[in-house]
């Protein structure tokens, strides 16, 4: 399938279930924003030279991260039903993403730690960073389906982290071009924040929340592109 027609089917699936996706993923957003918001405030706050990181923030974290992957596993299950053709309602697709949190997470950190490694180990060898950098968005590119291979096809993590590497290895350009489908958006969030800085912590909170809204239209591509080429086991 052309690229452009993976965009196209992506947008139109955003578009035709924008209620549903909104009901599902605002309240998480806005849990996990609101965290953002105030460990931002926190370490703002904190004297860079001897900074006071207590328990709080560490719990705060964790729950982060926590909130992120229900994020992650409900927008995952809500599409699979969905292009399977089941109708769920917001409390099924939360109640049955439950049980994959735990395998996310594990997945999540794994997943992280080879993506992050080769930046951080080069970067401290001045110029090399650049090569790390590289390195680092191309392992980003194969390790973007560890997410479908734990929710839609049920493996373990390590299991779905060797199974997105290989899946991807046909696939690794395509989806380099739809996760730099970020970039804009990032960038005009970034933009849009800024206007926000001095506004209300509500008002900040629902801005984000709303541009954090937005760019789940890449997942939304990313799985449209694992779904047209994934070959049936």
């Not at 909104?22 to 105030?38: D, E, K, R």
């Amino acid at each position: 399938m052309p690229f452009s027609a993976i965009l196209s089917e992506a947008f139109y699936f955003f578009r035709n279930h924008l209620l549903q996706l909104a009901a599902l993923t605002l309240p998480i957003l806005m849990v996990q924003v609101g965290i953002q918001l105030w460990l931002g405030a926190e370490f703002a706050a904190m004297d860079p030279k001897a900074p006071q990181i207590g328990v709080p923030h560490i719990l705060a974290t964790l729950l982060l991260f926590l909130v992120f992957s229900l994020l992650i596993a409900s927008l995952t299950l809500f599409m699979e039903l969905r292009t399977e053709g089941y109708q769920p309602s917001v409390f099924a697709v939360l109640k049955n993403s439950l049980p994959f949190l735990p395998w996310l997470m594990v997945a999540g950190v794994f997943s992280g730690m080879a993506i992050a490694a080769p930046v951080v180990l080069l970067s401290a060898l001045g110029p090399l960073g650049v090569i790390g950098l590289g390195i680092s968005l191309y392992l980003f590119a194969r390790l973007s389906y560890v997410n479908f291979m734990v929710v839609v096809e049920r493996l373990s993590p390590l299991q779905a982290i060797k199974a997105s590497f290989v899946f991807s290895q046909g696939v690794t350009g395509r989806t380099l071009l739809v996760l730099l489908l970020y970039f804009p958006l990032v960038v005009v969030g970034s933009l849009i924040s800024s206007t926000v800085e001095q506004a209300p912590m509500v008002l900040r909170l629902v801005v984000e929340s709303i541009t954090g809204f937005i760019s789940l239209y890449v997942n939304v591509a990313l799985f449209r592109l694992y779904r047209v080429s994934r070959q049936p086991a």
